[in-house]
């Protein structure tokens, strides 16, 4: 089994640069083209296997190396909605600084907040608002941090977190 502090290691070994086509233990990741590392972002059940961290952190060097990635952002937004609360031992973080670098990267992120609310897309939204923007393709987006702060069916800590961005920014 893999513990924390060896995935750790594993982690940054493939987000330092030097990581595309390493696998960790015999797990590896056809680098050839995109639609195989979409296929294992899609593919993750679980944010607490070790194998499956493992693969995500791959997929992640693979897939942010790309020059076609922003085309395909909506892959992690669909991550970001299966595990709405989760940051997998920080890999999620890792992929929101990532998303981020990416121009475009707002209206995947208004959409996904719109459609299923989700912890680090809602902080991509909480960033937009602290940087000024007030809009994203028409949709205002302090209104939709308070939609998401009254819905009674998104996470509790998702709703929780948009309250308390609300609170301190008015």
């Not at 924390?4 to 030097?18: E, K, L, Q, T």
């Not at 076609?68 to 970001?80: C, E, K, P, T």
């Amino acid at each position: 089994m893999l513990t924390r502090r060896r995935f750790f290691a594993a982690a940054c070994v493939v987000a330092g640069g030097a990581a595309v086509g390493v696998s960790y233990r015999r797990w590896s990741l056809d680098m050839s083209g995109i639609e195989p590392i979409l296929a294992r972002i899609d593919g993750i059940r679980s944010l607490d296997d070790d194998r499956e961290l493992t693969i995500l952190t791959e997929a992640r060097a693979a897939f942010f190396a790309r020059p076609d990635a922003a085309d395909h952002l909506v892959v992690w937004f669909r991550l970001f909605e299966r595990f709405p609360e989760d940051d997998g031992y920080g890999v999620l973080k890792a992929v929101l600084h990532d998303i981020e670098r990416v121009s475009g990267y707002e209206r995947w992120a208004v959409a996904s907040v719109a459609a299923r609310p989700s912890r680090f897309p809602l902080m991509m939204i909480e960033r937009m608002v602290n940087s000024g923007q007030r809009q994203c393709d028409g949709v205002g987006l302090l209104d939709l941090l308070s939609r998401v702060a009254s819905d009674a069916t998104c996470p509790a800590s998702v709703s929780a977190d948009a309250r308390h961005f609300l609170a301190n920014c008015e």
